[in-house]
């Protein structure tokens, strides 16, 4: 009842202390398949619009988004991949964090989370094409990270390609536009767009640890499993000879970001069972593997209770 009841309830909910408490029992209860992900998606709409401070807009966008903008960039859709209609859920929640964008004082840090939530979470290329060309809300503008953030939506959508990528960078270049360059072509639903990202793992092209994270991140993406099922299998059959190409925290890091979270099947999850039962895996791998596996089990969990 309490989840049921909490949509109407947010917008009188003004202390911050207790609105945090709710944003992470909602993202733990969906996490723990002990909340309908449809429901969470009615408390995010009706709790963004009253929500005042940018870094719980700013969660909340990395949490519906896909575009690796999390922690390490390890994002992957964590509330869209259980969602049963991830389609009407991103639009409603880009519709949401659009209309805080629009409400939230011109220039505050509120409403840049809000705009770069929307980007995140944006359904179609007009409105981003319409933010390259400046169309932006007041107090809003269109600096190298923003601009590239837009350019891995477009990516996430197919709504762009390696000749504007390219042309993109060759004017914005430095060390943080190179690995968004990066993480945008191995997002490219191309078979070569994929080719190059998983010659970075394979170790047959150098990569530096920090282009094997935009690489891995970028590559993988619900949706796409025409071009990504195949590198599911190479996954688990080439995982146990990288120590031969790499070492230390780059061994793990590199399976950690090129594990196939967004290909969310039993046979994906039988498969990384049965590598963490390979007496002979290096243990940082199988330290990887175990935590991927159970974020894997949880997302399967959650689509079966509340499939419809």
């Known amino acids: 009842m309490t989840a049921e009841a909490l949509p109407a309830l947010m917008p009188a909910v003004r202390d911050p202390l207790l609105r945090g408490a709710i944003w992470i029992t909602v993202r733990n209860g969906v996490h723990h398949a002990r909340l309908d992900p449809h429901r969470a998606v009615d408390i995010l709409v009706a709790g963004i619009a009253d929500e005042d401070l940018d870094t719980a807009i700013s969660g909340l966008g990395v949490w519906a988004g896909d575009d690796g903008e999390g922690t390490h960039g390890v994002v992957h859709e ?63 503008e269109l600096d190298s990270g923003l601009r ?62 920090y282009e094997i994270e935009a690489a891995g991140t970028g590559m993988w993406q619900a949706g796409r499993e025409d071009l990504l099922t195949p590198y599911v299998e190479e996954y688990f059959t080439v995982l146990p000879t990288t120590p031969a190409v790499r070492a230390g925290w780059s061994l793990a890091s590199a399976a950690q970001f090129y594990f196939p979270i967004t290909v969310t099947t039993p046979d994906t999850l039988s498969r990384t069972d049965a590598l963490i039962a390979d007496a002979d895996l290096n243990p940082s791998l199988r330290r990887v593997l175990v935590d991927a596996g159970d974020e894997l089990r949880c997302r399967l969990d959650c689509r079966r209770r509340y499939a419809r």
């Open 78 to 140: 964590k509330l869209l991949a259980v969602v049963a209609d991830p389609a009407s859920a991103r639009a409603r929640l880009h519709d949401a964090f659009t209309a805080r964008a629009r409400s939230a004082s011109p220039g505050s840090d509120v409403q840049l989370a809000a705009v770069q939530a929307a980007v995140s979470t944006a359904v179609a290329a007009e409105p981003l094409r319409a933010m390259l060309g400046g169309d932006l809300p007041p107090g809003v």
């Open 148 to 209: 590239w953030r837009i350019f891995k939506r477009l990516a996430s959508l197919g709504a762009t390609d390696l000749d504007e990528l390219d042309k993109t960078l060759a004017d914005d270049n430095d060390a943080k536009t190179e690995l968004a360059h990066a993480w945008c072509r191995a997002r490219l639903p191309e078979a070569d767009a994929k080719a190059w990202a998983w010659q970075r793992f394979t170790g047959e092209a150098p990569a530096s640890n």
